[in-house]
């Protein structure tokens, strides 16, 4: 096995595992701490620590240009500071598990985009495997009642900033980013700490004031993020430069899962009705996404819409 390949597979475990708990960590940072300071200070230390450790281990051979600063900031406020901001900021009054169901659409998102800005044509057992893995999603949080969907505030947040978060993940091939990730996941991450921390001073008031209420569960849950979460965007921004975008957020379809036996395991919760039927739909998605083109025939453009 190549290192390239070691090195991509141990990205997207860490995309599938750590960012499927990350859910119930921004639901209990937000709780008490304002939304947007929770992503600055989130990314500001992790951002910074991307930073030293570059440079302490010989990484940052040269100073960024222009064009690669400009890029991190285009990607650090579409993906950090509206992307997950927002999401973060709706998940005050969404239920995670909500979330996490509108998430799962990204790969919809992705792939217009992609259609949009390069023209690129989605293999139709990829679409398959996107609304196979929908579907799967759905079972697995379908908790057995019927309260239905309720449009709200948070639910538009958290829309809107999937929607920015496809956005720059589709458009990031474009995009002239320094090409070591270490240093480019830095830049991204501390501009767009400092910008969401400056933001949030004036939005919210001085941190004095607007941090003295938070629960030491909230800070614990903001370190989480910061630095496990920082590891896994790591991981993303690796992927980025190596990967199609719309295999990329097969996340989306796998993090549920994973948040579901998080919960059962660390927190005790009760298997939701549909798990064991869910979990192989979800297996089959995540098949047809990742390797389906290969199966059918990838060339044939017939397969192709």
Not at 104 to 131: D, M, Q, W, Y
Not at 138 to 164: C, H, P, R, Y
């Amino acid at each position: 096995m190549k290192k390239n390949t070691v090195l991509i597979f141990l990205s997207y475990l860490t995309l599938y595992i750590v960012w499927g708990s990350t859910y119930l960590a921004i639901r209990v940072a937000v709780s008490t701490m304002p939304a947007f300071y929770l992503v600055g200070l989130r990314y500001s230390i992790a951002g910074f620590g991307f930073l030293v450790l570059s440079a302490a281990t010989g990484r940052l051979k040269r100073l960024p240009t222009r064009k690669e600063v400009l890029a991190a900031s285009f990607l650090g406020f579409f993906l950090l500071i509206l992307g997950n901001g927002l999401i973060s900021l709706g998940e005050k009054t969404v239920d995670s598990y909500i979330a996490a169901i509108i998430i799962s659409s990204t790969p919809f998102c992705v792939a217009f985009f992609n259609r949009l800005f390069f023209g690129e044509k989605l293999h139709i057992t990829r679409l398959a495997g996107i609304l196979v893995g929908m579907a799967g999603v759905g079972l697995v949080l379908w908790k057995g009642d019927n309260t239905g969907f309720q449009l709200s505030e948070g639910i538009v947040l958290i829309m809107a900033g999937f929607l920015a978060w496809s956005f720059a993940t589709s458009y990031a091939k474009k995009m002239p980013v320094h090409p070591d990730s270490f240093v480019n996941t830095g830049i991204e991450m501390s501009l767009a700490g400092i910008f969401a921390l400056l933001g949030s001073a004036l939005f919210y008031g001085g941190p004095a004031t607007a941090l003295s209420g938070v629960s030491t569960e909230s800070w614990l849950a903001m370190a989480y993020l910061a630095l496990v979460g920082g590891a896994a965007f790591l991981a993303y921004n690796y992927l980025l430069a190596n990967e199609p975008s719309i295999r990329i957020v097969s996340y989306a379809i796998v993090n549920p899962l994973i948040a579901v036996f998080l919960g059962m395991l660390i927190l005790g919760e009760e298997p939701v009705p549909l798990l064991w039927v869910g979990v192989p739909v979800i297996l089959l998605g995540l098949v047809l996404m990742l390797y389906g083109d290969k199966i059918f025939k990838r060339n044939n453009p017939s397969l192709k819409v």
